[in-house]
């Protein structure tokens, strides 16, 4: 029975990232995911007493899933820069795989109703800009990265490269391509954060002289 009732949760929490993928988290009741399940709306209740418990099981799930993409993502490459690109293009082709993500996380009307799940947002979103700022530290240490860069301020450059891609893919209707679109701009971004080389930095240096 318990296994049961453990499966039908997971059904629900499943259906209601599904429905907002499609009408949009704010719109979504619980007569709608009863619908879809086949069950009746008081078989929801039974489950998840507040439409809150199911959005913060949502969250839960979501972030579970990010948190174990981010650990898979290990590249063998001694290149710290090589490793924060896998990770930003990792994540996402993860988005483009849960594309119900970037409506979850941009929804006001959730966010503002439900405390529980803004704060498991916020904690995975804390988490992975520690994942990124320490690849970006690594990168400073082996002279990939200027010296001056401040680490925490270049993650979260990153992550708002991320978030501004997501959420223009999910308000086109994704009609373009997320990660060759997010490989160019990285480029982009990664070229304002290389170090110069000694002697170009030395050229430039006489050239301003002149």
């Known amino acids: 029975m318990r296994r049961q009732a453990a499966d039908r949760k997971a059904e629900i929490v499943d259906i209601a990232i599904g429905l907002a993928d499609k009408v949009g988290p704010d719109r979504i009741t619980t007569d709608m995911i009863a619908a879809q399940i086949g069950i009746t709306q008081a078989a929801i209740f039974r489950h998840f007493p507040k439409k809150d418990d199911i959005w913060n099981a949502a969250a839960l799930y ?116 997320l990660v060759a679109t997010g490989e160019r701009l990285l480029a982009v971004q990664f070229a304002g954060l290389l170090a110069v080389p000694a002697g170009s930095r030395s050229a430039a240096d006489e050239g301003d002289k002149a």
């Open 62 to 177: 979501l972030t579970g899933r990010l948190r174990q993409a981010w650990d898979n993502l290990s590249v063998d490459n001694a290149d710290p820069v090589a490793r924060l690109e896998a990770v930003v293009i990792g994540h996402l082709k993860l988005i483009r795989g849960m594309p119900a993500l970037p409506a979850i996380l941009f929804s006001r009307e959730l966010h503002a109703k439900n405390t529980l799940l803004r704060t498991t947002l916020l904690g995975a979103m804390g988490s992975f800009q520690r994942r990124l700022t320490g690849l970006i530290e690594e990168a400073i240490s082996a002279g990939r990265f200027r010296d001056d860069l401040v680490a925490e301020d270049a993650a979260m450059l990153l992550i708002g490269l991320i978030q501004s891609l997501a959420l223009r893919w999910s308000l086109s209707g994704r009609s373009d391509d």
